[in-house]
């Protein structure tokens, strides 16, 4: 969508690599939130962050950590990626507007192989 | 957050309304109804919300039972473009902790 992009889109790495998901955003949006999807799971939600250096996990964020140094980008990091974390990664952002948020945006996915 | 009970899949023919129900008897009195829908392969989409009252914009129609423990999408038109997943949430709204909580959605498929 416009106003946020994922990077890489794609991704192969090995087991035991770090690997760094990049979310940028030009909306200038308050939240932004990392979710994975698995088949038979649905998105999960890995961290949020719910302004500059204020982030906070999810249900599955084991394995993962997260950094907010900017608004406009959100970094998830895997620091000895597992063939488990073999996933479509998605970015999504949103803005409370008077106590409350509108809908989320989401980005268009970072699929990431690890072999 | 309160939980979602949505029929794993549901087909349509083109061209006819498109009815997805939810449950969520266990919703709370500030919890909002969000509709999302995930075409393959894609980022999710926000489709649209409501509280109370029944809402419509230029994608659905929202309509929300009375005592709000269902809810029903309805995409009036529903063409070929329109098979995706589709995601009913509820949750609070306002607040730091804006997290959407996903559950597995309804699998419409449009039939020619």
């Known amino acids: 969508d416009a106003g946020i992009t994922q990077s890489p889109r794609h991704k192969v790495t090995e087991t035991g690599t770090p690997v760094t998901l990049r979310c940028h955003q030009t909306?200038?949006?308050?939240?932004m939130y990392w979710y994975r999807q698995d088949p038979g799971h649905g998105l999960r939600l890995i961290h949020y962050?719910?302004?500059?250096?204020?982030?906070d996990k999810g249900e599955v964020s084991d394995g993962y950590s997260v950094s907010r140094s900017k608004t406009e980008d959100f970094l998830l990091t895997l620091e000895s990626a597992t063939s488990s974390q073999t996933s479509v990664y998605f970015c999504?952002?949103?803005?409370?507007?008077?106590?409350?948020?509108?809908?989320?945006?989401f980005g268009s996915g970072t699929r990431l192989t690890v072999v | 957050d309160a939980k979602t009970t949505q029929p794993p899949s549901m087909d349509c023919a083109e061209g006819r309304a498109a009815n997805l129900p939810c449950n969520h008897s266990?919703?709370?009195?500030?919890?909002?109804v969000y509709w999302y829908r995930q075409i393959h392969s894609q980022g999710p989409q926000y489709i649209i919300h409501?509280?109370?009252n029944n809402e419509t914009n230029e994608m659905a129609s929202l309509i929300i039972t009375e005592d709000r423990k269902s809810s029903t999408l309805i995409l009036p038109h529903a063409t070929l473009r329109d098979t995706a997943v589709y995601y009913c949430?509820?949750?609070?709204?306002?607040?730091?902790?804006?997290?959407?909580?996903f559950g597995t959605g309804t699998l419409l498929a449009v039939q020619p």
């Open positions: 909306e200038n949006h308050r939240y």
């Open positions: 999504a952002i949103s803005e409370p507007l008077g106590g409350l948020t509108h809908g989320y945006t």
């Open positions: 962050s719910y302004g500059v250096k204020d982030t």
């Open positions: 409501g509280l109370k």
């Open positions: 266990t919703i709370s009195g500030n919890e909002y």
């Open positions: 949430i509820v949750r609070q709204d306002g607040g730091a902790t804006n997290k959407l909580i």
